[in-house]
């Protein structure tokens, strides 16, 4: 690469075309993707202050290891499970993420799961496109409005989430760390027990090793036959296997899934259950939302290369 005066970023994964257009003006940027062999083999980049990657590529200790100089970790996405904190806390790299900006069409990612397990929209669209109208109706499917819908993670998200279901007429409730003190959807501070009470379990909990494989076996058995589980958080809070044989055997009633343990592989076994609805992790996949996602993080790191304060900073303590 030629030498400039213009900071050395680390991209860890292609980005939107219009966003590596707005890095490449800016900085002189490294493409991880190319130098994936090179990172293996050990190389050591010390010119490179900040790594840009996503929620899904992260920052794992082997890249920040091979950039010794690094200050800044920004992420276009709000899942930090895969950016090694401790190392970042360790070294006094600072991560930035986006919040706020992509709450809105992860919650109606979740709705449009639900809809469309629920009142069959992916079958339904096959059968007219099949021609199987013409030789009768529809099966009847499953109202959202009644049902009760437990959300698992209370967070940006997950309130706007309980939005979206209140106005399905749904009946909210929620299980975290802790109770909400400013909402009065009711509180499970066991999952056990709020996934036997609801019919929709739907998770928007961070993931990392504190929620790994949080549901569980016990969780589905309880959420049961007529039950359905919609992940748009990680693959890694669900014990997918598990997930995958009480889908086949019956033992769970249905599942909307954005995200998956191993992305981009998914679970062959489930390309033929018609109760499964399965998209390839794009609940923030908008336009408008990606732009905004886009923006924050540039803003974040042309802050921090211009010496002004980050705008959402993750607090590493
Ligand atoms: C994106 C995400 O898929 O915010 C997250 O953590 O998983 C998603 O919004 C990802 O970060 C790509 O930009």
Redesign the pocket.
């Known amino acids: 690469m030629q030498q400039t005066n213009r900071p050395v970023i680390f991209i860890t994964v292609p980005l939107a075309p219009a966003l590596m257009a707005q890095l490449s003006a800016q900085f002189d940027c490294l493409h991880g993707w190319e130098l994936q062999d090179a990172l293996l083999a050990g190389e050591v980049w010390p010119a490179v202050r900040a790594v840009v990657t996503?929620?899904?590529a992260g920052a794992a200790r082997q890249l920040l290891q091979a950039l010794p100089a690094v200050e800044l970790v920004a992420c276009?996405?709000?899942?930090f499970d895969a950016i090694d904190l401790d190392y970042a806390r360790e070294h006094g790299i600072a991560v930035t993420t986006t919040p706020g900006v992509?709450d809105h069409c992860v919650a109606d990612t979740a709705l449009a799961l639900l809809l469309a397990v629920l009142r069959r929209v992916v079958q339904a669209d096959r059968f007219v496109r099949e021609g199987c109208w013409l030789q009768g109706g529809f099966p009847l499917a499953s109202s959202l409005s009644g049902k009760r819908c437990g959300i698992v993670g209370l967070g940006n998200i997950g309130r706007a989430i309980a939005r979206r279901a209140e106005a399905f007429d749904m009946q909210v409730s929620y299980h975290g760390p802790g109770r909400k003190v400013d909402v009065a959807y009711p509180y499970y501070a066991d999952l056990l027990e709020m996934a036997a009470a609801v019919d929709v379990l739907v998770l928007a909990l961070p993931g990392g090793a504190a929620t790994h494989h949080v549901v569980d076996g016990r969780v589905l058995d309880a959420l049961g036959p007529e039950g359905v589980l919609i992940n748009i958080a990680r693959g890694s809070v669900v014990d997918q296997a598990v997930l995958v044989e009480r889908l086949l055997d019956g033992r769970l009633g249905g599942a909307g899934l954005d995200v998956f343990e191993q992305e981009p592989q998914v679970p062959e076994a489930l390309f033929d259950l018609p109760n499964v609805v399965l998209t390839p992790?794009v609940?923030?996949?908008t336009v408008e939302t990606r732009t905004a996602?886009a923006r924050l993080m540039l803003d974040n790191l042309l802050a921090h290369f211009s010496g002004r304060p980050l705008l959402t900073p993750l607090r590493l303590s």
């Open positions: 996503t929620g899904a276009v996405g709000v899942g992509l992790h609940a923030s996949a996602m």
